[in-house]
Nanobody, 123 residues
């Protein structure tokens, strides 16, 4: 089992920044690829970004490319999502997720999920 705990969400004005953190415990964190997904009210949970177990492979949704950066610190068992130039349409609950080693943008491929952290961007 891998337990995931997100933090760092909040209320921010459009154009502002937030950094989300996801702390992992349980199995060896460095063996897992990590993803961030988000879910707005009444909508599906969508892919945001993912990073492979080595950190060498990274993917982003088109809607966040150039604004968001995913990174990981295996010594701290933590994955981060730096979000810049935030827009009202980024408002959602952000979840981190884990799967074995290799990244994918498909939520059904991820085995472990956190409870999520709310991000609200005001216009």
């Amino acid at each position: 089992q891998v337990q995931l705990d997100e933090s760092g969400g909040g209320l921010v004005q459009a154009g502002g920044s937030l950094r989300l953190s996801c702390a992992a415990s349980g199995r060896t964190f460095s063996n897992y690829a990590m993803g961030w997904f988000r879910q707005a009210p009444g909508k599906e949970r969508d892919f945001v970004a993912a990073i492979s177990w080595t950190g060498y492979n990274i993917a982003y949704a088109d809607s966040v490319k150039g604004r968001f950066t995913i990174s990981r610190d295996n010594a701290k068992n933590t994955v981060y999502l730096q979000m810049n130039s935030l827009k009202p349409e980024d408002t959602a609950v952000y979840h981190c997720a884990a799967r074995w080693r290799y990244i994918t943008g498909i939520k059904e491929d991820y085995d472990y999920w956190g409870q999520g952290t709310q991000v609200t961007v005001s216009s």
